[in-house]
């Protein structure tokens, strides 16, 4: 019964391998295999029971060549790597700059859209920064909530020569969730305009 198990579980991994790496081509996969064993060699390791380095970068690369309807990205990625002397508190503090990259990301949307009003009124820059920094200040919740579960695209660490941990995360999250936060934000907001 046991040996069926693992020769089930088996054939279910090799099912799954074959199709990921079925999604490029032989020389996509290459040179994502060329960077994993760069990373190996620079001592990036996953934690027990994590998926590995090559299955992390395979998804990670297919997440960043998704494309929405119109042949646009459709993930916003979010990276940040930072240090600590414990692995979980190098993670959380990457954890945090990671979706500070894609708070900004919707900061940006919000401030095309406050911009496009601006130039609509005839206001200066000057005042169209202030707008947004107090809309995206009064709208903090809001950028919390649409970041709080994020998809989780690469996690790896590594342990440096003075003992300290560095980890190394990407994030993604869907652009239409951005847009969707941009445009709450600027319709609860906009009457600064008026």
Do not use: C, H
Request: aromatic content about 6%.
């Amino acid at each position: 019964m046991k040996t069926i198990k693992l020769f089930a579980t088996l054939l279910m991994l090799f099912v799954f391998a074959t199709n990921v790496n079925a999604q490029f081509d032989k020389k996509q996969m290459k040179q994502i295999e060329k960077e994993v064993k760069a990373m190996e060699k620079e001592g990036w390791k996953v934690k027990p029971g994590g998926l590995s380095l090559l299955d992390q970068q395979i998804r990670s690369k297919k997440v960043q060549l998704e494309e929405d309807a119109d042949g646009n990205a459709a993930w916003q990625i979010g990276a940040a790597s930072s240090r600590g002397s414990v692995y979980d508190a190098a993670r959380m503090q990457a954890m945090v700059l990671a979706k500070t990259e894609l708070a900004n990301a919707i900061s940006a949307s919000v401030t095309a859209k406050y911009a496009s009003e601006a130039a609509n009124k005839q206001l200066g820059n000057g005042s169209v920064e202030s707008m947004v920094e107090t809309a995206m200040k009064s709208q903090e919740v809001t950028v919390d909530q649409k970041l709080s579960n994020p998809r989780v695209l690469f996690e790896a660490y590594q342990t440096l020569p003075d003992g300290n941990i560095e980890v190394n995360i990407r994030l993604a999250i869907k652009k239409k969730l951005i847009e969707d936060a941009a445009n709450e934000i600027f319709e609860k907001t906009k009457q600064n305009f008026e």
